[in-house]
Structures are given as C-alpha cells and as structure tokens.
C-alpha cells in the first residue's frame, strides 16, 4: 500500500521563524524611538521569539511522535495481516 509521506517540517519551521524575526528586526529599526525605549522593545521581541520558538518545538515533537505511534501501528498491522 502507498502512503502519503509528510514532507519535513524542520525546514519550513526553521524559514517561518527566520522570516519572522527578520521581520521585528525592520519594524523595531525603523521605528523612530529612544535608545533606552529601543533596547526594550528589542528585548520584548526577543522574549516573544523564545516564547514561540518553544510553542512550535513543542508542537512539532508531539506531531513528531504521534507520527511515530501512527507508523509503528501500522507496521504491527502489516505484521498480523502477513501472518494472518
């Protein structure tokens, strides 16, 4: 049986998040603001990159191993059927 393989999410996670701290990086320089008010705001960027960069980890391990549940399900199933 053919099944549809998932393409890696490592990648793609990793374009996401370079973009979007790119991104806060041009909006906070191109804010005209204090230097003291500046290095906050950066500061608060930072916090929220770390923030949202642990969320995606996190979602990612659980599709990660819910993927690997899911294979080692069916190669169980495919064991059975073969002895069946």
């Known amino acids: ?5 998932n393409p890696p999410i490592g990648p793609l996670l990793l374009t996401l998040l370079a973009g979007a ?4 990086v041009v909006v906070a320089l191109t804010t ?3 230097g003291p008010q500046l290095r906050g705001d ?3 960027l930072v916090r929220r990159g770390e923030r949202q960069a642990g969320e ?3 979602e990612a391990i659980a ?3 819910a993927s ?7 190669r169980a199933d495919s ?3 073969m002895a069946g």
Do not use: H, I, N
């Open 79 to 81: 064991v059975e059927s």
């Open 1 to 5: 049986m053919s099944q549809a393989q």
């Open 63 to 65: 599709g990660w191993d």
């Open 21 to 24: 701290a790119l991104g806060a």
């Open 68 to 74: 690997q549940a899911q294979t080692a399900a069916s």
């Open 32 to 34: 005209p603001k204090s």
């Open 42 to 44: 950066l500061k608060r």
């Open 56 to 58: 995606l980890s996190a």
